[in-house]
């Protein structure tokens, strides 16, 4: 864990609730696909984000939004508008990739929770990783889909990956899958006893997926969520 001073290079709406942030640290900082930073809005008051880009990139990316009602966000958004230069601590968490492990993946986003999914695969996409990658990407409503095409790209450039999008509460125009993210996965895979599964999203989430992912043969130490030491 390194503790920096970051410039704020760049504020701009991913959507109308979430904001991509790219900082550059004051020197390379080490950190894995699937960690997350701090931003210290005072010494008091450390703000965890996932980090959405991957250690072989100079700046820091982030997604940060979530519920309007949250002020978790928009107060973090807030110190990053005010300030050219912040405090973060990088290279944080225990749920980053398992690079090593021979298991097929289910990478699991509920809203922003994504940021974290993105970082896993865009390593696992430079690794060239020919294991089975399921990337399920749950939201409520389906303009909070930031990166649908990039991702249908990424599962249309090699056969071992799936992108998933699940809608909560679909238009009438929407072709896709529908309903709360972990449903859809549940569905779909009989035993998850084989998988690794990485996920990420409102606590209140991590907490129903864990126990429905046990119960459907999900191995515990094969789960990886950072929430899971929040709840
Ligand atoms: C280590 C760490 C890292 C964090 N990183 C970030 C970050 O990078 N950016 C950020 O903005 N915040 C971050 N947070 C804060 C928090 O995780 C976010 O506030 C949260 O992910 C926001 O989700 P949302 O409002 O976008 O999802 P929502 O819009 O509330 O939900 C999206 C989807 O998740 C599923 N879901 C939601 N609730 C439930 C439920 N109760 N049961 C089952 N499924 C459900 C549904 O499929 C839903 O459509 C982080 C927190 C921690 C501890």
Redesign the pocket.
């Known amino acids: 864990m390194s503790k920096i001073r970051c410039t704020v290079d760049q504020l701009s709406p991913l959507t109308s609730g979430?904001t991509r942030v790219l900082l550059t640290p004051e020197h390379p900082v080490p950190y894995q696909p699937g960690q997350?930073l701090q931003i210290w809005l005072s010494d008091d008051d450390k703000r965890?984000?996932?980090i959405?880009s991957t250690p072989a990139q100079a700046q820091l990316e982030?997604?940060?939004?979530?519920?309007v009602t949250?002020p978790?966000?928009s107060q973090a958004l807030a110190h990053l508008q005010q300030h050219a230069e912040i405090t973060a601590e990088v290279g944080?968490?225990q749920a980053f990739w398992r690079e090593d492990s021979q298991n097929p993946i289910i990478l699991l986003a509920?809203?922003?929770?994504f940021?974290?999914v993105y970082s896993i695969a865009q390593a696992i996409a430079a690794a060239a990783v020919k294991r089975p990658v399921f990337l399920y990407w749950?939201?409520?409503d389906q303009s909070?889909l930031y990166h649908l095409a990039e991702l249908q790209q990424w599962a249309d450039t090699d056969a071992h990956y799936r992108f998933i999008p699940?809608?909560?509460n679909p238009d009438t125009d929407w072709q896709g899958r529908s309903?709360?993210?972990?449903e859809a996965v549940l569905a779909d895979f009989v035993s998850l006893e084989a998988y690794d599964i990485y996920l990420?999203?409102?606590?209140?989430?991590a907490g129903?997926?864990r126990s429905a992912f046990l119960e459907q043969g999900g191995k515990r130490e094969q789960m990886f969520a950072?929430?899971f030491?929040?709840i």
């Open positions: 979430v997350y965890p984000f996932s959405a982030l997604h940060i939004g979530g519920a949250d978790y966000a944080l968490g509920g809203g922003t929770g940021s974290y749950g939201v409520r909070a699940v809608v909560q309903g709360l993210v972990h990420a999203g409102p606590f209140a989430m129903v997926v950072d929430a030491a929040y």
